[in-house]
């Protein structure tokens, strides 16, 4: 079945440098999604990338989607002690769209 | 304001009870997942449900079971042939399918005692 990997499952930063976060797949993907997911919270949906080569940016975070598309990052620019959280990419395939495969997660968290 | 909303927050079980979780939206959206998440792991599918009277196993649907009998209403039945069913419970739903991004509920943090 379809697998979607993220690495690091951990990150340690001291607030203000970057951030980031890989995915990849198994199989190729129609399109991808972030979220994140705050300590005891529950998953956010942020973004969507359906172009191969896609670049989005939200503010000081931005995501790719790679040209294969099956790959994807998310970088954060001058890290906050609000970006703490697990961040999770989560792919679609060309078979039927019923439903997601998400990744395994990084987890940031903030040295301040 | 619409959303999703899963009770109850917290819930113990003895072994060897079934036990019912709920997950109401009020987006109006067709499809509706419930997943699993393990200390420190991802999201883990159980069950999907794409439209009403009719629902899909997940990855990991053994032990649970669910109903679609509302389209606002997707609970999942925990049942003691789950062995190991302490976890935290999420809901979630989507519009158009999943092209659009999951809207999950907070989430049952379900131990078993």
């Known amino acids: 079945g379809q697998q979607v990997m993220q690495i690091p499952q951990y990150q340690h930063v001291q607030e203000g440098e970057d951030f980031t976060t890989y995915c990849n797949s198994s199989t190729t993907l129609s399109n991808i999604q972030w979220y994140k997911q705050r300590p005891g919270g529950h998953p956010v949906f942020l973004i969507q990338l359906v172009k191969s080569g896609e670049v989005k940016k939200q503010k000081r975070l931005t995501f790719q989607f790679g040209e294969a598309k099956k790959n994807s990052s998310l970088h954060i620019t001058a890290t906050q002690t609000t970006d703490v959280g697990t961040y999770f990419c989560?792919?679609?395939?060309?078979?039927?769209?019923?439903?997601?495969?998400f990744g395994t997660g990084t987890r940031l968290t903030i040295i301040p | 304001d619409g959303g999703i909303t899963q009770s109850p927050k917290y819930l113990f079980r003895k072994e060897g009870q079934n036990v019912t979780l709920s997950c109401e939206q009020n987006l109006n959206h067709d499809a509706m997942y419930w997943y699993r998440q393990d200390p420190g792991q991802g999201l883990r599918l159980i069950y999907y449900?794409?439209?009403?009277?009719?629902?899909q196993k997940g990855d990991i649907a053994e032990g649970y079971s669910v109903s679609r009998e509302k389209k606002e209403s997707f609970p999942l039945t925990v049942t003691s042939a789950q062995k190991n069913p302490t976890a935290f419970y999420l809901c979630a739903s989507s519009g158009q399918s999943a092209n659009y991004g999951y809207t999950f509920g907070s989430g049952t943090r379900l131990t078993v005692v």
């Open positions: 449900s794409q439209i009403v009277n009719d629902f």
């Open positions: 989560a792919g679609l395939t060309n078979f039927g769209n019923e439903k997601l495969t």
